[in-house]
Structures are given as structure tokens and as C-alpha cells.
Nanobody
């Protein structure tokens, strides 16, 4: 059974930083593309970033230059470093497993499993 467990969310002031983690189990983590997707209160889901099994990374325009996605295949863990946070970054952040190893698209691609999310609140 695929399991994705996010952690690291919290309350942070504008301009601050957080690092989100996603612990994966139940599949060969290193072989799959992984994504982060967020949902702000009252809005639809927004794709944030993805990393292919080969290491290629992709970002939405709204986070380019501020967020960094990475993976540690030895630890079966996906990360998202959030810097220069803005109030509009407030959202539930979800880790999602891709259906394929690599997709060379600047977008979510095909996703087939989701975590429960971790809440990031940016407020002064």
C-alpha cells in the first residue's frame, strides 16, 4: 500500500522559511516522479513543483526562485524548501506520487497517490 506522510508545516511570518518533508513507503520511491500540490482556503488545488526520478525539477511561476524541491532516495523522502514566504503561500501542502518515472512537463503530470497534507500558514 502506497503511503505518503507530510510534515513540517506551521505558522511562519512573511519572509520566513519552512522545510516540508514527505515520507514515502509501499513503492520503489526512487523510480517515480514526485510532486507537491497545494490548496489555499476556498480555492482549488494548485500544482507547485515536481521532481523526476532522474532529478529534473519543475516549478510553478508563483514559486520559482523561492521554493526548492529535492529528494533523498536513500531515506525515501521528498522535501520542499520554502523561502521568502508570502501570505498568499498559505495553504495545505500535499505530496503526490507520479504514475511514471519521468515526465518532462512543467505541471503535475499523471498523479496516482496523495498524502494527507501539512498546513502552512504565513501571517504576521
Amino acid at each position: 500500500e502506497v503511503q505518503l506522510v507530510e510534515s513540517g508545516g506551521g505558522l511562519v511570518q512573511p519572509g520566513g522559511s519552512l522545510r516540508l518533508s514527505c515520507a514515502a513507503s509501499g513503492f520503489t520511491f526512487s523510480s517515480y516522479r514526485m510532486s507537491w500540490v497545494r490548496q489555499a482556503p476556498g480555492k482549488g488545488r494548485e500544482w507547485v513543483s515536481a521532481i523526476n526520478s532522474g532529478g529534473w525539477t519543475y516549478y510553478a511561476d508563483s514559486v520559482q526562485g523561492r521554493f526548492t524541491i529535492s529528494r533523498d532516495n536513500a531515506k525515501n523522502t521528498l522535501y520542499l524548501q520554502l523561502n521568502s514566504l508570502k501570505t498568499e503561500d498559505t495553504a495545505m501542502y500535499y505530496c503526490a506520487k507520479g504514475r511514471y518515472s519521468n515526465e518532462y512537463v512543467r505541471g503535475p503530470g499523471a498523479l496516482d497517490a496523495w498524502g494527507q497534507g501539512t498546513l502552512v500558514t504565513v501571517s504576521s
